[in-house]
């Protein structure tokens, strides 16, 4: 079945980059995502891939996608304390329907020194 | 900006008793979704309904559980006879194209 897979910590000191690495296995890919989970709290959807892009830049957040290699990464700029979190990396085939669930990998712990 | 709410957002119970965990999508979505995570562990799909019917469930989503929409709002999982390690973290998403989530309910059976 479909895999997704994620380093379990990245430390990171306050005011450099965070690349936070995802590698996939299912080709059929379409929709990958980033969400963000702090302590306690839900999964905030920050930022999505279609499969036909290479790079997506929202802000202090930039998304690669390299579809050859099934990789995936997620850049944050300036790397501030409020960024500490579990950062998820999901894809779905979004076979057309809709309906298809995602899968998740096991989450990246971002640790923020000062 | 709407958002997906879910209540209650914690649920103790009694091992082999019924839990509704409720959620209200997003009202201008037409999938919604139900996923579990248990504590330390990743995200797992259980389901996805459309049309008022399931489109999608995981090996996960076994005979205790069931998902209605009763009404134009709100949309529900019910897990019957609760086992302990039903005890999770359940969160709701909907989705015209991409999935939004909600707080989650943390389940506990006892």
């Known amino acids: 079945g479909e895999d997704v897979e994620q380093s379990l910590f990245l430390s990171v000191r306050e005011g450099d980059s965070s690349v936070i690495n995802c590698t996939y296995t299912d080709s059929s890919s379409t929709y990958l995502y980033w969400y963000k989970q702090e302590p306690g709290a839900g999964l905030q959807l920050l930022t999505y891939?279609?499969?036909?892009?290479d790079m997506k830049q929202d802000q202090r957040l930039t998304v690669l996608l390299n579809k050859k290699d099934k990789h995936l990464s997620l850049r944050i700029a300036d790397t501030q304390t409020g960024d500490s979190a579990i950062y998820f990396c999901?894809?779905?085939?979004?076979?057309?329907?809709?309906?298809?669930?995602?899968?998740f990998g096991k989450g990246t712990h971002l640790i923020i020194q000062p | 900006e709407p958002e997906v709410t879910q209540t209650p957002s914690h649920q103790v119970t009694q091992m082999g008793q019924e839990v509704i965990l409720r959620c209200v999508p997003i009202s201008n979505h037409l999938y919604f979704y139900w996923y579990r995570q248990i504590l330390g562990q990743k995200v797992e799909f259980l389901v996805s309904f459309y049309n008022n019917e399931i489109s999608e469930k995981s090996e996960i989503f076994d005979d205790q559980f069931s998902v209605e929409r009763p009404d134009g709002s709100n949309f529900t999982l019910k897990i019957r006879s609760t086992k302990l390690e039903d005890s999770a973290m359940y969160f709701c998403a909907s989705s015209e194209g991409v999935q939004f989530f909600g707080p989650g309910t943390r389940l506990t059976v006892l």
């Open positions: 891939i279609f499969s036909n892009m």
């Open positions: 999901a894809e779905t085939p979004y076979s057309g329907g809709g309906a298809d669930g995602l899968t």
